[in-house]
């Protein structure tokens, strides 16, 4: 188990990639540059780039979709793609937050817990430690229990280390939020059940079941007394946390292993909302936009991956834009160049061959390569998949990770206007035409330059460049971690 301690630090997801250099511009590949090692490689760029195509009208009508499924789901349980789940958050945090909280991160392949000191307006956040574990490949598909058991003993050891600054009232329970980063049937503040697992886990006994219910068995084991008084999704604590520093953040979206966008909605715009009652007539709505499917450029690579991964037909927004399989994207098409356009000599590595071998971190930093050799890309190329590789071999490399990172983000981008788009349409005329926040985080997004930028500028062509300089996309620095430690204080069972 390897574990690390940040203090005050900010948020750190799963998606990592070398420090970026500086953004290189995309080498077209022009007919001079052809050589023999990449003839037949050429016409299978081509096409992908032409299957991968997202001009402003596909994007458009991306987020026409996306608006119009958002609806849909407002409307009933199943009405389309997009749960729109309510997550039992009316109020946001304030600033006037005072105490020690917890938080638990578990959302990809790394597993965080955090504690925080609270000041109240004036001291806001005294102080706040982080440690991250990384989940051991094997309970990512083993039992439930084994899972939660792991999580409350390594947050069992983080609380043994409690001093310093934190300081827990005498007589009080310690609180923590729970972000839980999949689909969930949120039943109150404190408690939901699993829909199914994303992003590779598929973990047994755990579907079905009440989320919080499970954590709190495997703490009692532990002899941990702790209370869950909020359990969120990720993009709800991100939310959460960016709007503790700024009124203005109306959506969050989480780009990283997986991808997810929640959004502060009128709870008259909720059809099916029945018996909630929400004092701010305010609600915080969990889209869960990675299932979405309509009108996306799909290629035959993205469908075979599909095909082959543990959950076929769906989460195919994620499969196109997220961090877990940008990279695998980008290893089909080479394995097809390499096999039938020998862009790797004769021989095509085993290494080449397996499912995930390259990840997007090797993509974001292959594409930073700005020497003339191409160097770390014939190096990360090699160590990823075993192949050798010229330099033309290595141009040809670099453009398909850019067609894949190109539509990635310029879809990401679509998907955010398509909820601006939304959230216009019912506040008539409210939403645009002023400040508006859309916090971001995500290893993704935080560590691929040029994805960043495609979803930006996607963003910029569908809204016209009046509104856009309305609409502000910034990194949530403090992310998810500390957003549910204050939610766990919005709605601690103790006054605050
Ligand atoms: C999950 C979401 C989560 C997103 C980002 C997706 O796979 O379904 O609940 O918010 O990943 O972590």
Same mark, same amino acid.
């Given at each position: ?9 900010p948020?750190?997801?799963?998606f990592?990639?070398p ?11 022009r ?8 003839a ?17 009208p596909?994007?458009?009508n991306?987020a ?10 407002l ?12 997550s ?41 430690e ?8 094997d ?12 999580i409350a ?8 280390k409690?001093?310093?600054k ?5 007589g ?7 972000t839980?980063?999949?689909p ?7 408690s ?5 697992w ?7 006994g755990?579907p079905?079941? $009440?989320? +919080? %219910?499970c @954590?709190?068995e &495997?703490?009692?084991r532990?002899g941990?007394? /702790?209370?869950?008084?909020? #359990?969120?999704? $990720?993009? +709800? %604590?991100? @939310?959460?946390? &960016?709007?503790y520093?700024?009124?203005?953040? /109306?959506?969050?979206?989480? #780009?990283?292993?997986?991808?997810? %966008?929640?959004y502060?909605?009128?709870v ?5 909302l ?12 969990n889209t ?11 290629t ?7 095909a082959e991964?543990?959950n ?19 290893r ?8 039938t ?9 085993e290494?080449l ?8 971190p090797?993509i974001s ?6 020497s ?19 330099l033309?071999a290595?141009?040809?490399?670099v453009?398909?990770?850019d067609?894949?990172a190109?539509?990635?983000?310029r879809?990401a981008?679509?998907g ?16 645009f ?8 985080d995500g290893g993704l ?10 979803l ?5 062509e569908?809204?016209?460049p009046?509104?856009?300089s309305?609409?502000?996309i ?11 430690a ?10 605050h």
């Amino acid at each position: 188990m390897s574990t690390n301690t940040i203090t005050s630090s900010p948020a750190v997801r799963s998606f990592r990639s070398p420090t970026p250099r500086s953004p290189r511009v995309t080498m077209l590949l022009r007919p001079t540059t052809v050589s023999s090692t990449t003839a037949a490689s050429v016409p299978i760029l081509t096409k992908l780039q032409k299957d991968c195509a997202t001009p402003v009208p596909v994007l458009r009508n991306i987020a026409d979709n996306m608006a119009a499924d958002m609806r849909a789901g407002l409307a009933a349980d199943g009405g389309s793609d997009l749960k729109m789940i309510l997550s039992f958050v009316d109020s946001l945090p304030t600033g006037n937050e005072r105490g020690l909280f917890y938080a638990l991160d578990l959302g990809g392949t790394n597993f965080r817990v955090l504690r925080t000191q609270l000041g109240g307006r004036d001291e806001r956040v005294i102080d706040t430690e982080v440690e991250q574990v990384s989940i051991p490949q094997d309970l990512m598909s083993g039992t439930s229990e084994e899972l939660f058991d792991f999580i409350a003993s390594a947050l069992a050891k983080f609380v043994k280390k409690e001093g310093g600054k934190f300081v827990l009232p005498t007589g009080r329970s310690r609180e923590t939020g729970f972000t839980f980063s999949f689909p969930v049937k949120q039943t109150s503040i404190d408690s939901g059940i699993l829909i199914k697992w994303t992003k590779g886990f598929s973990v047994s006994g755990t579907p079905g079941k $009440d989320i +919080v %219910a499970c @954590l709190n068995e &495997a703490m009692g084991r532990q002899g941990l007394d /702790m209370r869950v008084s909020a #359990l969120v999704n $990720d993009t +709800v %604590a991100t @939310l959460a946390g &960016a709007r503790y520093w700024d009124d203005e953040v /109306m959506v969050a979206v989480i #780009l990283g292993t997986g991808t997810n %966008a929640c959004y502060v909605e009128s709870v008259e715009a909720i059809p099916k909302l029945q018996g909630h009652k929400s004092t701010s007539g305010k609600t915080i709505i969990n889209t869960e936009w990675g299932a979405f499917s309509k009108g996306l450029p799909l290629t035959e690579y993205d469908r075979a991956m599909d095909a082959e991964s543990i959950n076929p037909g769906e989460q195919l927004f994620e499969k196109t834009i997220s961090g877990m399989y940008l990279g695998e994207i980008v290893r089909r098409v080479l394995v097809r160049m390499a096999e039938t356009g020998s862009l790797f000599g004769k021989h095509v590595p085993e290494k080449l061959q397996t499912p995930f071998a390259l990840g997007t971190p090797n993509i974001s930093s292959m594409q930073q390569d700005t020497s003339k050799d191409l160097e770390a890309v014939g190096s990360i190329l090699y160590e990823a998949t075993g192949v050798d590789s010229n330099l033309d071999a290595r141009k040809m490399v670099v453009e398909v990770c850019d067609t894949i990172a190109k539509r990635g983000g310029r879809l990401a981008g679509a998907g955010i206007v398509g909820i601006l788009q939304k959230m216009e349409e019912d506040s008539k005329g409210v939403v645009f035409g002023k400040r508006m926040v859309v916090a971001m985080d995500g290893g993704l997004y935080e560590h691929y330059p040029q994805y960043k930028r495609y979803l930006k500028n996607a963003v910029a062509e569908l809204l016209g460049p009046e509104l856009s300089s309305h609409v502000v996309i910034e990194h949530s620095k403090d992310g998810s971690g500390i957003g549910a430690a204050l939610l766990a204080a919005t709605n601690s069972m103790y006054e605050h």
